[in-house]
């Protein structure tokens, strides 16, 4: 015993010794990390070792093929720096943007900005990036919160330049004189005035969404969220609790199943992923803890749809629904929650109208996104008051306000359709303005069309049509040499039925702070030279190219070492070698290399020492 | 980059594996444990690399010093299971104990009690065990709050038995009944009752302290503590604010400074321990990433007595002061803190009885334990009323109150003086009843003696006698043949003088709880077959001997990877290879291989990835 304990302490003596010695030698941790990896290669030997493995090599391909498709975020930063000038020549004023949020879109817009040629001013009450996605995994310790998050400074202290972040929250927009006004939240021991103004040339909004109770009362009360940091610690601390108290002297069994009963309100993938953690939480550590207890614990999910997990591929939904009913975790399909009070939850049983009340331990609210108050009292101002969500075009400008974008769960992307425009295409086609379209005129606006109208593309898919070509041709399916304005709208009628809002996801937001950042890098550029499609409507090209979103896949986690995915190209991977997949893609999207070697070792410790039930 | 991604996670994946295997064969992680120790031990060749590094083997030299002084707590587990019994033999109603609290005492008696003989009962407001002494370093996030807790539950079901914990708060203590009244503190929603009461057979108090203030006006309200894992967590986020608001716009320098300047009142090893945390956290990490305010930092501690650490060693003492000037840490020795606002701390120094005043941004206030209001209202029960903390005999008994026992924080050893029981002592040695003693007669009872009466052994060594007859010695240094009672009384008449209460810190707990623990489990045989010394007012022998305490020295890390320790032998060391004896003994005396790893790596975190410095 002892003997080990020595054996083990000098090695890592040896291994903090070599680590000095290397710090000393590159005084930077980001040298030593380019370094240790460099040593690294030394080890890939065991490449060879893995692929004795089929299980392991199976699961290398697949990752391999996600490396190409899937790892979109993480490597963004190594672009970093492209932009950039010369710091010393003489500028006219920067440009000032303001950012307001650092979640997905806020971190990832910021990633890219070439700092150089504006004055970011970014804005949020986190001085965090926290990656979302492993949210579920942090309310059950599987994974620590502060491996999954990174600070915004660190974050935009690797870009170089000089970003200035405050930890305040934004309380007002004044789109009209171009400033916004922020409150920092802090103790209120420390002096200093806590409100100020910041004025902008650009406004970029990505404070997210808040949780929408769809004003069912209780809800706010006595529900948990599974949105931010401290929600999960919460969480995570009220599981704890419930157990503590169920194993308390002089509780009746009825009182510890009360305790005992875990709700999840909301099937999408949040709801079943933190239904799937809590069920491994329970039956890979907490039976071993609480004995007395373990056969009283249930866990149920209530699903207003009739299928939880419904926005997935249908097998992916009943692959999850088996799933659950092997676990014994209950799947309340087709229930509306009326009320919820402090100790029972009040449903509606759809098809009969049956209402039926459940007593519980815990609810997790997860369903559905609201809009803040921020931007709510902004659409107010610009004339979308009587809109559910901030509505932008598909440059991701606001619409109704100058030099305002928004980005992320905030905002939705309202689609042109293309039927509202037929008659400027139409015309601006016709050159010949001989009252019908030939097939050559067709061929020159369609790259046009389709880039600002990518519903035509999804109409195509949908139609299992390979030609855009094919859409001009007549009832009979026989090509036409030409055809007027009323053949022209029969031929796009339908395609507006493929406009779909975007899911509120991190890849989304990712994705849409790339794209806007590429925006404002490359402004100067593309004011001169547009690299947009044609303007139908007016004249001229437009600056940039719209928004388009690539959907690059779905995770849902599902316990027991088991996962499904819907993958690029309607695949669909379900069972245990998803869940490595899984493993592997989220290490790899991790915005640094600080959080992917924590997130590794939070999964080893798992693994390895199970999950920690200490009430902090 | 990608390539190295690709490998560091084919490396992961093939760990993963074998771990997996490792996992299915042995269905147990700590059979998991004990097999990869044993795989460790291959490469075990790694001490000879090790040795060639000059450093280094000083270092372990160093270390396997303290492995065989220090580590005592570490390995107490070794022992577990060696007084058990057959569960299956028929016994009489087990003994109920009841333990108060989960920390140093608590846990550590729990630990070696030999639960197959008692009822065991464990109420504390913490399902967990916190390794305190590293509670500084969690402050700053050099180590997590979650490495350094272990579940109640994880360390006894390692003992096997059947030990019931309760997350409940004791409020009242009815010794007189023989029960104690419980409250949980838990979330109201959950149904059931959260008061109850257990009745015991022995009550084992080891609630520990709570803050002393003093009744210092606005400390409660305006100061932080360092207890608990809570105020850890919450000193972070508020040194993360003051940084966070001295950077928010439209603030003065003024108010900067005042937000930026950090006080601590107590120069005792807690409060130096902290400065020195926060000094590196500041200059190490927060600089890099607030540089506009690195110039406005200060930090102060704040002492009553002429010098910081004055419960160590002069030469401690003066190198930390040193340390502390180079560093740029303030130290206003010499003032009493007369009351606390919200803004400013009031101070009078004590030469020369002048009045001050310093705007803080944040204070830690470190000096000083308190008793606990259960505590309190017990020796009000008990006849203690007029003393300042609860007396127990040196059987950490407590005094005036049957089958009551406390350690740790909470109680104070009033160890038995010679003089009082001189005459009892002279006649229980005087066997023939000659009114004198012969060298013969004090040989025969000086044994016990000095079990009785430790204070004998440090009067000796104090005085550089090797031998405890040289007490008899006449004036002049001759050896007598007998003494009479005058003489005998004056030979011992100054040995008092070296009572000294026990410091309230975690190796006296720990040893507390392991003598508890032994006595417990010995009960039986020792009523039979006592093993303590000769009851010199009674008769026959004491059942066990009285509580000892070794001290095996004592750590104050100063920050910049320098440390100063007090190690036994009056040895005291100091500088970088101190802190390289600390990592090591605070290592190997982690209560679990998993907080032992988790802190480890934390160490090697911070190394390489520095402190986060995300608001959470």
Chains 1, 2 share one sequence.
Not at 332 to 345: A, P
Not at 414 to 438: H, V
Not at 491 to 510: F, R
Request: charged content about 25%; overall charge neutral.
């Amino acid at each position: 015993m002892m003997g080990v304990k020595v054996t083990l302490l000098k090695l890592y003596s040896y291994f903090l010794y070599t680590l000095h010695r290397l710090v000393q030698h590159f005084h930077r941790p980001s040298e030593v990390v380019s370094a240790l990896k460099k040593k690294m290669r030394v080890f890939s030997y065991l490449n060879r070792a893995i692929n004795g493995y089929p299980s392991c090599s199976k699961l290398l391909l697949v990752f391999s093929v996600s490396c190409g498709g899937l790892v979109a975020y993480a490597d963004s930063q190594s672009d970093s720096g492209r932009h950039s000038v010369e710091p010393n020549q003489i500028e006219p004023r920067k440009k000032r943007v303001v950012v307001l949020g650092t979640g997905w879109a806020g971190t990832s817009f910021l990633k890219d900005l070439d700092v150089s040629s504006y004055d970011v001013q970014v804005v949020s009450p986190r001085n965090y990036f926290a990656f979302t996605p492993l949210l579920p995994s942090v309310t059950c310790g599987t994974v620590e919160a502060r491996s999954i998050v990174e600070p915004v400074r660190k974050l935009v202290k690797k870009r170089g330049g000089d970003i200035h972040f405050s930890e305040a929250e934004c309380l007002e927009i004044d789109a009209g004189n171009k400033k916004i006004l922020c409150r920092s939240n802090f103790n209120e021991n420390l002096v200093g005035n806590n409100e100020f103004f910041l004025e902008y040339d650009y406004l970029v909004i990505a404070v997210g969404s808040q949780v929408n109770t769809f004003n069912t009362p209780g809800v706010l009360e006595y529900c948990h969220f599974l949105k931010e940091i401290e929600d999960a610690q919460r969480i995570r601390e009220t599981v704890i609790d419930c157990f503590e108290k169920a194993v308390l002297p002089g509780q009746s069994d009825e009182e510890r199943m009360t305790n005992l009963h875990f709700v999840i309100v909301g099937g999408g993938p949040t709801g079943v992923e933190f239904a799937a953690e809590l069920h491994d939480f329970v039956h890979e550590d907490l039976v071993y803890l609480y004995p007395t207890v373990k056969d009283l614990v249930k866990i149920s999910v209530i699903q207003s749809g009739d299928h939880i997990l419904n926005t997935f591929d249908e097998r992916i939904s009943s692959f999850a629904e088996q799933k659950f009913q092997r676990d014994g975790i209950d799947v309340l399909t087709g229930c509306r929650v009326v009320s919820v009070s402090d100790k029972l939850i009040n449903l509606k049983v759809k098809s009969t109208g049956v209402d039926t009340s459940i007593p519980h331990g815990m609810v997790l609210w997860s369903t559905g996104v609201g809009t803040r108050p921020v931007v709510k009292d902004l659409m107010q101002q610009i004339g979308q008051g009587n809109r559910r969500i901030l509505a932008t075009d598909e440059w991701l400008r606001v619409k109704g306000c100058e030099d305002v974008y928004a980005l992320g769960d905030c905002a939705t992307v309202a689609q042109r359709k293309i039927m509202e425009d037929i008659l400027s295409i139409f015309k601006a086609a016709d050159k010949d303005n001989s009252g019908t379209l030939t097939i050559e005129e067709f061929k020159d606006v369609v790259e046009d069309i389709i880039i600002r109208y990518p519903q035509v593309e999804l109409y195509l898919k949908r139609k299992h049509l390979f030609d855009v070509m094919d859409l001009l041709k007549d009832s009979s399916g026989n090509d036409r040499k030409e055809v007027d304005i009323e053949e022209f709208k029969l031929a796009l009628c339908q395609v507006d039925s493929q406009v779909k809002s975007l899911p509120a996801t991190a890849q989304v937001a990712a994705q849409q702070g790339a794209y806007l950042s590429g925006c404002f890098n490359h402004r100067e550029r593309c004011k001169t030279n547009p690299e947009g499609p044609r303007r139908f409507r007016g004249s001229g090209r437009h600056e940039f190219r719209p928004f388009r979103y690539r959907h690059l896949g779905q995770f849902a986690p599902l316990g027991g070492e088991q996962a499904a995915a819907e993958l690029p190209g309607d695949w669909v991977s379900l069972g245990r070698s998803t869940q490595w997949l899984w493993y592997s893609v989220y290490a790899s999207k991790q915005v640094s290399w600080r959080t992917r070697v924590l997130v590794v070792f939070d999964w080893t410790k798992r693994f390895i020492f199970g999950r920690d039930s200490s009430r902090i």
